[in-house]
């Protein structure tokens, strides 16, 4: 069953219930949870405890989002729905939570974008019967830098394998090469201030970005976008990329040469790579496209390169 709220409701409510402000020291016998904040240095975020003694599943969503809209007596904190932005409302249906935000959302720049999206998912998912926090935006699916669609979320979304809380970002420059039109010869595609979390690798990064597809006009993608990265490893100068089955899918015109040296060119340009094997499933005794032996290890070769 569906329902819908707006946020003056959840703050009303919040008000209503007599919550406390961020930082209080917890009181009562309540449930304790953990409201998450960006840092206002915008690196990391944050969390300060909070107890209600709310169960019903809609009143404590509304008394959560009421604390991350108000404004945190630590100064050291932002609370993420206290920008410039506005929550329109919201819709809970069989555990997922999607919020609707105005135009206002996308203003953000991209590392602040994915901290306050983090303390939000991280805060709401603790509330028993949601599960999975989607965004929209004016109705809209949320998409984030590279054009994808974000999706549903969880908060162990935002946590390494390690256990870990994803807190840092970085930016980086990145070379990529992609098919030309024709699907024979590949072409160069240089990214700015690439946004990316610190608990990823460069080399996974850099393949994630080749099978989501070029940004730039005359550059074609390469890899079935279905491909899912099973593991990415660098080790005496080889990176050994292992992919599942998908990616001997080829819906594009492209050839299995360009295919192999899009990944291996693209990851030789990182300062720790000089070569590159490509396995699938695990197994690289096998021919990609009957042509190109995934048994061998691939070095940069600019041979297929072309200009525009």
């Keep these: 069953m569906k329902r819908g709220k707006t946020l003056w409701v959840c703050i009303l409510l919040s008000v209503l219930l007599g919550t406390a402000c961020?930082?209080?020291?917890?009181?009562?016998?309540?449930?304790?949870?953990?409201?998450y904040y960006v840092n206002n240095e915008e690196t990391k975020t944050l969390t300060?405890?909070?107890?209600?003694?709310?169960r019903d599943t809609e009143a404590l969503l509304g008394e959560l989002l009421g604390q991350l809209a108000q404004v945190p007596a630590k100064f050291e904190y932002e609370a993420p729905l206290a920008g410039s932005f506005r929550l329109l409302g919201y819709t809970l249906d069989n555990g997922t939570l999607t919020l609707d935000f105005d135009g206002y959302y996308r203003n953000m720049d991209a590392v602040k974008e994915v901290l306050t999206r983090a303390a939000i998912v991280r805060t709401l998912t603790q509330i028993p019967g949601v599960t999975y926090v989607a965004f929209t935006v004016q109705g809209e699916v949320l998409t984030d830098s590279s054009g994808a669609a974000v999706g549903t979320m969880s908060s162990d979304l935002f946590i390494d394998n390690a256990g870990n809380e994803i807190n840092a970002y970085e930016?980086?420059?990145?070379?990529l090469y992609f098919a030309d039109r024709s699907g024979m010869g590949l072409v160069e595609?240089?990214?700015?201030?690439v946004v990316y979390s610190s608990n990823i690798s460069l080399e996974k990064l850099v393949v994630e970005k080749l099978i989501a597809g070029p940004e730039t006009e005359g550059a074609c993608p390469v890899v079935d976008p279905q491909t899912k990265i099973i593991g990415v490893t660098v080790r005496d100068g080889t990176c050994y990329v292992n992919l599942d089955q998908t990616f001997l899918n080829q819906p594009y015109n492209v050839s299995a040469e360009v295919t192999i040296y899009s990944i291996a060119n693209s990851l030789v340009e990182l300062s720790n790579v000089n070569r590159v094997q490509i396995s699938v499933g695990g197994e690289t005794n096998l021919f990609y496209r009957e042509k190109m032996n995934l048994n061998d290890v691939y070095e940069?070769?600019?041979d297929l390169l072309v200009t525009q």
């Design 189 to 193: 595609e240089n990214r700015r201030n």
């Design 300 to 302: 940069r070769n600019l």
């Design 48 to 54: 300060s405890e909070y107890v209600s003694e709310t």
């Design 22 to 35: 961020a930082g209080q020291e917890p009181i009562g016998d309540g449930q304790r949870y953990e409201i």
């Design 171 to 175: 930016k980086v420059n990145l070379k």
